[in-house]
């Protein structure tokens, strides 16, 4: 019986074991922090309209919230001009 006992607290052990290493294969991979910031400019540099909190750019390591999908584009044009505007606004200039 003492045996028995042992054996199955053995393959209780291995089973664990098992199955830690199987879930680690499965897991997702960890997420990154990101080392972008927001820049957190409330009007749209391209069009001067509100931003719409689902529309953004990035550029240099800073993201810009845009009004709309064809303000992106714009932005990714002269990324240089239209982020220096949102620079502005958000340093009350």
């Not at 953004?56 to 220096?84: H, I, L, Q, T, V």
């Amino acid at each position: 019986m003492k045996k028995m006992l042992g054996i199955l607290i053995v393959l209780a052990f291995i089973g664990s074991i098992c199955f830690a290493q199987e879930a680690a294969k499965t897991s997702p991979a960890p997420i990154k922090a990101s080392s972008v910031t927001d820049v957190g400019n409330k009007i749209c540099p391209v069009s001067g309209q509100k931003v719409d909190g689902q529309n953004f750019c990035e550029y240099n390591g800073k993201r810009y919230g845009m009004c709309c999908p064809m303000c992106e584009a714009a932005f990714k044009a002269d990324p240089k001009k239209y982020s220096a505007i949102a620079d502005k606004e958000v340093a009350g200039k």
